[in-house]
């Protein structure tokens, strides 16, 4: 199928190697978080290796550090998952050894690693490959045509490794092959396509665990107390702005602005049928006994502490006005 | 879980409304409202209602079906039983689906319906049949979510879903987003000033903390000095006990 052909004009004319709009073939793609923490961890060691060498040895590792001065070095490997009909859901992911001179893997590696991941996780195929960098480079058409051998048609996931605070949206984007025709030959180009997260049990609670970082000491009680009301605060900003759009809408729809749409307004009015959301008198009065309870520990907590500095303050005083009746002499200004 | 309904609805409403637009002539529509209103799983009459072929029926003799569907949208048994000698009679599945609207209209207004009012309103006379009635006409048809409460003979409402609106409820909707939006502002100011009221609390504490070292460490110094010019005045054998009070 002169593939051996198309691959040497793709390296001489990169241009229309990368991306385009976004894909028609009809996959969804399910992500899971520990594919995004391995590829940062790998991308994040990868970096923190070549500094350490950096600042020991400047002159040799200068050459050996990567691409370009200045620019964290790509770091590659696989992803692996289940595929199931029109699904792909990845779910695990591992490291794969670039050669830099020939920019192609290791194939012997590879299959390595396929072998014992296979023996673990059984249902796992080879369902494509990753890398970091802000876009999709010329080279990477080569690496994703040389594992098409392994699955006909992988995908390619892109991790952006540069921090953008405005950025909503995750850094990581997935991206199928397609064979269009351009200049009136077909090539292989990079589309882009959606997918959603998809997360397993104890992947939630990692995340959330991780989202949740405290400071190391458990910080003072007012710190605690402070990042525990900024949460709530932040949900409750989050349902305020929804709800503001929903009441835009109905009034918008009132004025006449917006076509009457039933359907939606049957769903909303049975949305406020459920406030007040908890009133009934045994909710009050669990929350008024709990709320009693808290009140009563924080006093008795407070009278033991006023109580035991009383208890020291009286030894203090017992302890220092004592000694000149027990001295013999004392002090001059007590004889 | 409540646009399942919605969903479900939709696609009957879709297929009754291509019905109504394809027929003409008026015993066929009404052929077509009775079998909508019998239809075991929809709820919604509005979009049937507002449909300009229905409004031919207005003025003719089938105008009792139109007033029917227009009982179905907005209306419960009680507005029935009172008016029930200008409306059709009702087929059993009418019926049953006029008392699941009558809970959907009840549960509108009060979260929790006493079994008496649920009895009185549809016309059941004994607590099991309404039970019955609960669960296996509303519940399982997920129009309503609850909890059944036999020893306080109440239902609990969760989730009722919505009936047609008349357009002066959609006023009501409005103003109680509004009032809700109100509130958790109000609610976001005063999380706010809990906040800041907590870091500054935490601050006094500290600058009293150091305020407090301080004078520790003074009345320490003034002692320290007070000994040592007592030092001197004192008998030569205090000065091991002097010594001792330093620390």
Redesign the interface.
């Known amino acids: 199928m002169s593939a051996p052909s198309e691959a040497a004009p793709a390296v001489s004319a990169p241009a229309p190697a990368t991306t385009a709009a976004a894909s028609s073939g009809g996959f969804t793609f399910k992500l899971h978080p520990l594919v995004i923490v391995n590829v940062s961890d790998h991308h994040t060691r990868v970096k923190a290796q070549a500094a350490c060498s950096g600042d020991s040895s400047s002159s040799s590792s200068a050459a050996g550090a990567g691409a370009a001065a200045g620019q964290p070095p790509r770091v590659f490997g696989c992803v692996i998952g289940v595929q199931r009909g029109r699904t792909v859901e990845i779910f695990n992911s591992f490291e794969l050894v670039l050669d830099p001179v020939s920019g192609t893997l290791d194939r012997a590696f590879l299959e390595k690693k396929q072998e014992l991941y296979k023996k673990v996780f059984p249902d796992f195929y080879v369902l494509g490959w990753y890398s970091t960098g802000s876009d999709v480079h010329d080279t990477d058409m080569q690496i994703h045509k040389a594992l098409m051998d392994v699955n006909e048609s992988p995908v390619y996931l892109l991790l952006n490794p540069t921090i953008n605070l405005s950025q909503k949206d995750l850094p990581v984007t997935i991206y199928e092959s397609e064979l269009h025709v351009i200049d009136g030959s077909p090539q292989l180009i990079f589309v882009r396509s959606n997918y959603t997260i998809e997360t397993v049990e104890a992947e939630r609670i990692s995340v959330d665990h991780v989202a949740h970082l405290k400071p190391s000491d458990g910080g003072s009680a007012a710190t605690q107390l402070a990042a525990h009301l900024t949460g709530i605060h932040s949900a409750i900003k989050m349902l305020n702005s929804r709800v503001r759009v929903i009441h835009q809408y109905l009034v918008a729809m009132q004025k006449g602005d917006i076509p009457v749409d039933n359907s939606l307004l049957r769903q909303v009015s049975s949305l406020v049928r459920r406030l007040p959301a908890m009133e009934s008198q045994k909710f009050q009065d669990d929350f008024l006994m709990e709320y009693n309870d808290t009140l009563l520990m924080t006093y008795l907590a407070m009278f033991t502490n006023c109580s035991s500095t009383m208890n020291e303050l009286v030894e203090k005083i017992n302890t220092s006005y004592e000694r000149p009746t027990t001295r013999r002499g004392g002090r001059g200004a007590f004889m | 879980m ?2 399942d309904a ?1 969903r479900r ?2 696609e009957l ?1 879709a297929q009754f409304s291509a019905q109504a637009a394809a027929l003409s002539s008026a015993p066929q529509l009404a052929a077509l409202v009775l079998e909508a209103t019998s239809h075991p799983a929809l709820f ?1 009459f ?2 049937l209602l507002t449909l300009p072929a229905l409004s031919k029926l207005a003025g003719t003799q089938y105008a009792s079906s139109l007033d029917l569907l227009r009982l179905f949208a907005y209306g419960t048994l009680k507005d029935y039983k009172s008016n029930s000698g200008s409306l059709p009679a009702l087929l059993p599945d009418q019926v049953r689906k006029l008392k699941q609207l009558s809970v959907l209209t009840l ?2 207004s009060t ?2 319906l006493p079994y008496d009012q649920l009895m009185q309103e549809l016309d059941v006379s004994n607590v099991r049949e309404l039970e019955d009635f609960l669960i296996n006409e509303c519940m399982y048809s997920g129009i309503v979510r609850g909890k059944l409460d036999q020893l306080r003979r109440c239902f ?10 008349t357009p002066d ?3 009501n ?2 103003e ?3 009032d ?2 109100g509130t ?2 109000s ?2 100011h005063q ?2 000033e ?2 800041k009221w ?2 500054t ?2 601050e006094v504490n500290k600058k009293h903390q150091k305020e407090f070292e301080d004078r520790v460490e003074e009345a320490k110094k003034s002692i320290k000095l007070n000994n040592l010019s ?1 030092q001197t ?3 030569g ?2 000065t091991t ?1 002097s010594l001792n009070l330093e620390e």
Not at chain 2, 156 to 165: K, M, N, P, S, T
């Open positions: 409540a646009m919605e609805q939709a409403i919604a509005s979009e549960a509108e979260k929790i609990e409402v969760q989730f009722a879903a919505g009936r047609d609106l409820q959609l006023t909707m409005i109680t987003l509004s809700w939006l958790s502002d609610l976001l999380i706010q809990k906040i907590a870091d609390m935490s007592r005045s004192t008998y054998g205090m006990f």
